[in-house]
């Protein structure tokens, strides 16, 4: 094929090459598109949660849509002797534990895990922070969500922490039902950043890869798609000699 002063001549392991990868490349870009795509809705249906007026957590319960980020309230008791300590977590850079106290709840007998925020590990792991908390019914307002599915199981708390506060890396509601005594629901709250009785709280939903992130792949993709089309006409094209004519 002429064009102009150049001469295209398809190459059959240049095609056969660009046959193959073209279309690979242009699928993962639209992959992440896609993905992108769910995980806007997915920040957009979160946020719109978290606007709407709070409702009572055993109505959320009942409503049968259980997206999770709902503003929720709750009556109870905090159980203070029976608190837990997710280790490894992470504030500003720093080392510590989120506060996981159960709320056994008003005329019931079951109970809710309420993170009340972060605090930081002391001089020592063998020196726990203090979790101080009211003895009194509280009237808790929090975002309800679900645990990790990284976390749903209770692991093995090393000593000299096997009693109360529970220092643990995991969370699992059955084997920790078994130690309280009483039946949690599977939901856990986050308590709200400007409520009583809490630490540093500042609560994000956790989405891994972000919608620009998978939008940033997806340019990638396609720019590699770019490339190799440019490549690919660049091998098989040469410049045409006007000596002759």
Request: charged share 20%; proline share 7%.
């Amino acid at each position: 094929m002429r064009l102009g002063g150049f001469d295209f001549t398809a190459g059959l392991w240049p095609t056969l090459a660009t046959i193959v990868l073209m279309p690979l490349l242009v699928s993962l870009g639209v992959w992440q598109l896609e993905r992108a795509a769910w995980k806007q809705a997915l920040v957009d249906g979160h946020a719109e949660q978290t606007r709407q007026p709070a409702l009572a957590l055993a109505d959320w319960l009942a409503s049968g849509d259980l997206m999770p980020y709902r503003r929720v309230t709750a009556r109870g008791r905090y159980d203070l002797d029976h608190q837990l300590l997710l280790d490894n977590s992470i504030h500003q850079g720093r080392a510590g534990y989120h506060v996981l106290t159960p709320l056994v709840l008003a005329d019931t007998s079951e109970a809710v895990l309420v993170n009340r925020g972060w605090v930081p590990v002391g001089v020592s792991r063998a020196q726990l922070p203090a979790l101080p908390g009211p003895e009194d019914m509280v009237d808790v307002q929090a975002l309800v969500t679900y645990p990790p599915e990284k976390r749903l199981r209770l692991d093995s708390v090393e000593e000299p922490h096997a009693g109360w506060p529970g220092v643990v890396q995991l969370i699992e509601p059955g084997p920790l039902e078994q130690r309280l005594g009483y039946r949690l629901l599977p939901v856990v709250l986050l308590l709200d950043a400007d409520a009583a009785h809490g630490f540093a709280r500042e609560w994000r939903p956790v989405y891994g890869t972000t919608p620009d992130k998978h939008r940033a792949y997806a340019l990638q993709w396609f720019t590699l798609a770019t490339v190799l089309a440019l490549i690919y006409i660049g091998v098989n094209t040469r410049r045409v000699s006007n000596e002759h004519e």
